[in-house]
């Protein structure tokens, strides 16, 4: 199989080009997911985490859907916040896309963004069965901030 010079320069640049998104920005906060996927044909997702923004804790549910696949798995997620300007920002629904990001190492990794702009860079990994696993979006719904533990 021959590749072309074009082919393997075009994929270096790309890949310099998209790592650098990231690299002059400095996370707006940090994010952990625990979501249980489900389905046969039809399925779906829900689940629960903490966003750390600006020295606080915030709990929010996370729910989604996707067409395909078929089986049960848990899911970890834990990454960086970026673009996150303001709380009200957090909420919505965030998508999968191609965002000229390299996550590096390609496996288990992924970037969501959502209606306001906020970039989602996570790194997972997976327990159970699920052919075809992978939700198309999820939709966040802030629930609470968590209280400061008290220092005894």
Sequence with gaps: MKISKSLIIAVVVSFFYAGSVF????????I?????Q???IIGG????????????????????IKVGGVGVAKISAAGEVYN?????????TYVAGDYGIALGGGAGGVVLKNENGVLLKLHSTMEGIDLNIGVSGITIKLEAAVPPADED
């Design 23 to 30: 690299a002059d920005n400095v996370p707006s906060g940090t």
């Design 32 to 36: 952990s997911i625990d979501e249980t």
């Design 38 to 40: 489900f389905g046969l």
């Design 45 to 64: 997702s829900e689940g629960s985490g903490i966003l750390n923004y600006q020295g606080s804790e915030y709990l929010f549910k996370t729910s989604g």
């Design 84 to 92: 996150l300007f303001d709380l009200g920002q957090f909420p919505g």
